[in-house]
């Protein structure tokens, strides 16, 4: 079997995805305030993914300053897809506000001040990719509200799922008839933490 590349940190750390100002600016404030987001990696993942399935409706859970937001946004764009991102503090609602007219998406995405629990029971319509990162002890009640608004064919993306609050929502997901899951757990620099699993799931 081939080896390995030497010292695999430092080697995939050199491949972290390039940035413009704006995210780097968003990337110094975060950690300046403990401010946790997805990172460059994540981040760049968002983008392949929402670019690469062509999504038209993208639900996001979990807005911070607008991060991901903007990762998301810069990938579906192209094919016109909007973004709704639920976020229940009103600073960070608002700030995201801000960084996403700075990204130029205002058009692209809507920011909602909610709950993302309270929020999704009065939701319709069928999203073709939902990004989750919200309160982990939460990912498991989120679940079920997801179900019946992802689209047959839909992506679900989940962050965080390497922390022990994820625990109840793996092992939902994992025994699910209505989705078929794959949890990776990765080294990913400047993500919060930088070792940690996502989980990938299509709906059913």
């Known amino acids: 079997m081939p ?3 030497e010292n695999p940190e430092n080697y995939f750390r050199q491949l972290v995805p390039e940035r413009d100002a704006l995210l780097m600016d ?29 999504a038209q409706s993208i639900l996001e859970l979990g807005t911070a300053t607008g991060y991901s937001t903007i990762w998301l946004g810069r990938g579906c764009s192209q094919a016109g897809g909007r973004i709704l991102t639920l976020e229940y503090d009103a600073d960070m609602a608002e700030r995201a506000r801000k960084n996403i ?3 130029n998406l205002s058009e692209t995405v809507s920011v909602c001040r909610a709950e993302a629990i309270e929020m999704l029971p009065g939701l319709t319509g069928q999203y073709d990719m939902v990004f ?11 679940l079920g509200q997801l179900e019946p608004l992802v689209r047959p064919g839909g992506l679900l993306l989940a962050d965080n799922t390497g922390f022990k609050d994820a625990d109840a929502f793996n092992q ?14 990765s080294y ?5 933490g930088i070792y940690d699993g996502l989980c990938f799931a299509v709906r059913l």
Do not use: C, N
């Open 172 to 185: 939902a997901i994992f025994s699910a008839s209505g989705w078929e899951s794959v949890q990776i757990f």
């Open 3 to 5: 080896d390995i590349v």
């Open 26 to 54: 968003l990337e110094a404030e975060a950690d300046a305030e403990g401010i946790p987001i997805v990172g460059p990696v994540v981040g760049g993942l968002l983008f392949v993914l929402a670019r690469a399935t062509r």
């Open 132 to 142: 989750m990162d919200i309160e982990k002890q939460d990912y498991r009640a989120v």
């Open 188 to 192: 990913l620099p400047k993500h919060s």
């Open 101 to 103: 007219a700075r990204a």
